[in-house]
T-cell receptor
């Protein structure tokens, strides 16, 4: 079945550092790929998405490119802020529109 | 984006009792709602999908008699954990979607069964 694997956290960074969270997937067909973010005490929010190979999703300085050849959708941000501290979930949606999530990566940005 | 409200955010109940969790879409009509369960430091696991006015579709391994899902209106779905036991303690999250658009998530409910 479909699955998503993302790097385990926590990831601790200093402000203005470069952030990368790796995400790889296994799916039949051509899934849509997503990154969700969960801030402390809040629900999940869609951060960005890509619906086909080579698409790049971007939002709030975050980017991720749909790489079909490596079945990856790594999340990157060039300069993180303390306010980026959160849990990040990679997810895919294939047939049936169900979301399959990775395990989540907690990111802590220190001033 | 649209708002999905989940209530309560935390609940503690005694073993053997039932507890109901509500999921409301506040500013849109949710034709489909999803219920997830999240164990500590683990992924969100889809429990069931419900479409308004019809029976929920449960994922393999989820006991439908234990986790009762009702989606009686386009703005409300409920999850009732019946005869709860300590192993049912978990974080439950709902999401709601209108048609084929983006799914919006509730804040989650932390259930502790003592």
């Amino acid at each position: 079945g479909d699955s998503v694997t993302q790097m385990e956290g926590p990831v601790t960074l200093s402000e203005e550092a470069f952030l990368t969270i790796n995400c790889t997937y296994t799916a039949t067909g051509y899934p849509s790929l997503f990154w969700y973010v969960q801030y402390p005490g809040e629900g999940l929010q869609l951060l960005l998405k890509a619906t086909k190979a080579d698409d790049k999703g971007s939002n709030k300085g975050f980017e991720a490119t749909y790489r079909k050849e490596t079945t990856s959708f790594h999340l990157e941000k060039g300069s993180v802020q303390v306010s980026d501290s959160a849990v990040y979930f990679c997810a895919l949606s294939a047939a049936g529109n169900k979301l399959t999530f990775g395990g989540g990566t907690r990111v802590l940005v220190k001033p | 984006g649209a708002v999905v409200s989940q209530h309560p955010s935390r609940v503690i109940c005694k073993s053997g009792t039932s507890v109901k969790i509500e999921c409301r879409s506040l500013d849109f009509q949710a034709t489909t709602m999803f219920w997830y369960r999240q164990f500590p430091k683990q992924s969100l696991m889809l429990m069931a999908t419900s479409n308004e006015g019809s029976k929920a579709t449960y994922e393999q391994g989820v006991e439908k008699d234990k986790f009762l899902i009702n989606h009686a209106s386009l703005t409300l779905s409920t999850l009732t954990v019946t005869s709860a036991h300590p192993e049912d303690s978990s974080f439950y999250i709902c999401s709601a979607r209108q048609g084929g658009t983006e799914a919006f998530f509730g804040q989650g409910t932390r259930l502790t069964v003592v």
